[in-house]
């Protein structure tokens, strides 16, 4: 008696399928939760660095309103 082993092509494209569209509709409902358009340097590497060196420019400058104000404070 012997054993036969058949594979379901079919089968196995839909699968392949449907892991693509999870991974698709993962990453749009992280997207939406989170509310912002970049969520990793994967979504828009050039976007991400744009926005880090506008975060960094923020953080001087209130740093530099902070240093303002206690300087008025000490005169």
């Given at each position: 008696?012997?054993?036969?082993?058949?594979?379901?092509?079919?089968?196995?494209?839909?699968?392949?399928?449907?892991?693509?569209?999870?991974?698709?509709l993962?990453?749009?409902?992280?997207?939406?939760?989170?509310?912002?358009?970049?969520?990793?340097?994967?979504?828009?590497?050039?976007?991400?660095?744009?926005?880090?060196?506008?975060?960094?420019?923020?953080?001087?400058?209130?740093?530099?309103?902070?240093?303002?104000?206690?300087?008025?404070?000490?005169?």
């Amino acid at each position: 008696m012997g054993l036969r082993i058949n594979t379901n092509v079919a089968s196995l494209n839909a699968q392949r399928q449907l892991m693509g569209t999870k991974l698709s509709l993962d990453k749009s409902f992280e997207k939406l939760a989170s509310g912002y358009r970049i969520n990793r340097a994967g979504d828009d590497a050039a976007g991400l660095a744009i926005s880090e060196n506008l975060r960094a420019q923020i953080r001087g400058l209130k740093q530099a309103q902070r240093n303002a104000q206690d300087g008025v404070s000490l005169i």
